[in-house]
């Protein structure tokens, strides 16, 4: 589990560590922060047994604010019960229900680490944060 950012603190999380954060959908960036973002940038969102990935991707040698600019946007919709598959990897697919409880604690314990480091660069963590349930 990746740790639990908000607003710029996120967005500057995802430019310098991690290419598959998901980024707060509450923050709108400036202008500045827009044209920067990575290469592939994510917001990921859940209800009720539904996760949606909406990745962001831009050609940047049409980087320049002043001219048009070609985007491409993809979404995608996994059921809860596919989202825990696809946490185990590939190779415990098959097992994902007997896998995943190791996972999860693995992804617990990284988060742990990941925020402490943030903390100790005096990153502020959004402990309201509440995970989707059964994470």
Same mark, same amino acid.
Request: net charge negative; hydrophobic share 35%; proline share 7%.
């Given at each position: 589990?990746?740790?639990?950012?908000?607003?710029?603190? *996120?967005?500057?999380?995802?430019?310098?560590?991690?290419? &598959?954060?998901?980024?707060? /959908?509450?923050?709108?960036?400036? %202008?500045?922060? !827009?044209?920067?973002?990575?290469?592939?940038? %994510? !917001?990921?969102? !859940?209800?009720?047994?539904?996760? @949606? /990935? &909406?990745? %962001?991707?831009?050609?940047?040698? @049409? $980087?320049? +604010? $002043?001219?048009?600019? *070609?985007? =491409?946007?993809? =979404? $995608? %919709?996994?059921?809860?019960?596919?989202? =825990?598959? #696809? @946490? +185990?990897?590939?190779?415990?697919? /098959?097992? !994902? #229900?007997?896998?995943?409880?190791?996972?999860?604690?693995?992804?617990?314990?990284?988060?742990? #680490?990941?925020?402490?480091?943030?903390?100790?660069?005096? +990153? $502020? &963590?959004?402990? *309201?944060?509440?995970?989707?349930?059964?994470?």
């Amino acid at each position: 589990m990746p740790p639990r950012l908000s607003g710029a603190n *996120a967005l500057r999380y995802a430019e310098s560590s991690s290419s &598959i954060y998901g980024l707060d /959908t509450d923050y709108e960036p400036t %202008l500045d922060e !827009w044209m920067h973002l990575p290469g592939r940038t %994510l !917001w990921k969102l !859940w209800s009720k047994e539904g996760y @949606l /990935t &909406i990745a %962001l991707s831009r050609d940047h040698p @049409l $980087n320049d +604010v $002043n001219q048009p600019g *070609a985007y =491409f946007i993809e =979404f $995608n %919709l996994r059921s809860e019960k596919e989202q =825990f598959r #696809q @946490l +185990v990897g590939p190779d415990k697919r /098959t097992v !994902w #229900q007997q896998a995943l409880p190791a996972e999860m604690k693995l992804l617990k314990e990284e988060r742990q #680490q990941a925020e402490s480091a943030l903390r100790k660069q005096g +990153v $502020n &963590i959004d402990e *309201a944060y509440r995970d989707p349930p059964g994470f």
